[in-house]
């Protein structure tokens, strides 16, 4: 079951990645190099549509949330109403001049 050196250097070189830009390729290999990736992206095009569909979906809806609940927060809070009482009562105890 040993391999021989041959063989395993043979399978090595199988696996080796190739840089287009560092290694002088053919024209035949490159456009075989290029039909591959072309596949592989066909290939799983559809996986990450849904993926990335799926994503802006969550992504907007968390967005829409923080909106909401902002306003949703903000249009219950008092104390304006609180501080325009205190400003009312304020002028009503300040005595009337001819200049107010």
């Known amino acids: 079951m040993e391999q021989k050196s041959g063989e395993g250097e ?3 070189k199988f696996a080796q990645r190739i840089d287009p830009k560092r290694d002088h390729l053919e024209p ?13 992206w066909h290939k799983n095009v559809h996986k990450l ?7 802006g979906l969550g ?3 968390i967005v829409l949330g923080i909106y909401g ?13 609180e501080l325009e009482e205190e400003a ?3 002028r009503a ?8």
């Open 10 to 12: 043979k399978a090595a």
């Open 28 to 40: 035949e290999q490159r456009t075989s190099m290029r039909r591959a990736e072309l596949a592989h």
């Open 49 to 55: 549509r849904g993926r990335n569909v799926a994503t």
């Open 59 to 61: 992504i907007g809806a």
């Open 69 to 81: 609940y902002t306003f949703y927060s903000v249009s219950q809070e008092k104390f304006l109403d």
């Open 88 to 90: 009312k009562v304020a």
């Open 93 to 100: 105890r300040v005595p009337r001049t001819s200049a107010n």
